[in-house]
């Protein structure tokens, strides 16, 4: 009798599963095949970017090499081509390169580049400090003070990544412009900060000395 009863329960189940099969098969097959055509795309994506990445490497080890050559307008075309194409990493590691390259001939140029760069923030605070260091750098034997400073000073705070550097160019325009005042501000920073570096802390106490008696601690 029980095996009647097993037999009975085995044959509803089935007959359950075919009415459930029956309505609900087209969705189940599509949802399948979903799930199947999205791994398929992700790898797929994958694969793209992985071969992208392989190709922005290639490139941008050539420009590097022509970069070694002294090849200096060829290795800008070639970052330049770089960042128009590689993937995130490489394409600004490109633009810094490019922007490199483009000091050696013109200088506004390559400030203009480190400026695009700095007011670019899908590459990180850090790297925006760093092109505007760089573009700063470019500028302080030409541009007066007044300009130097606002370029600058907001990466002069404690515990700003470029601070150091920073601070030794302010100083550094500032003399040149014959502001002592400033002058004095900045290298009394570099000199109060624990975290000077020793070859940074000398040169600030040189040109210390260099300033009027006045303006000196």
Known sequence: MSEFIDEVDEEVRREQLKKLWDRYSLYIIAIAVLIIAGVGGWRGYEYLEAKKASEAGVAFNKALELSEQNKRA??????????????????????????????????????????????????????????????????????????????????????????????????????????AAAARQWLDMIALDGETPPGLRSRAEALQALLPAAAKS
């Not at 500028?139 to 515990?159: C, F, H, N, Q």
């Open 74 to 179: 060829e290795a800008e075309k070639a970052f330049a081509e770089v960042a128009a194409t590689a993937p995130f990493g490489y394409r600004m590691l490109a633009r810094f390169h490019q922007a490199a390259e483009a000091a050696v001939r013109d200088k506004a140029a390559a400030v203009k580049l480190y400026d695009e760069l700095a007011a670019d923030r899908s590459i990180g605070a850090e790297q925006q400090s760093m092109a505007r260091l760089r573009a700063a750098g470019l500028l302080v034997d030409t541009a007066p003070y007044a300009d130097i400073k606002p370029r600058l000073e907001s990466e002069t705070a404690p515990g700003a990544p470029f601070r150091h550097a920073a601070r030794e160019l302010l100083a550094l325009s500032a003399w040149r412009g014959n502001d």
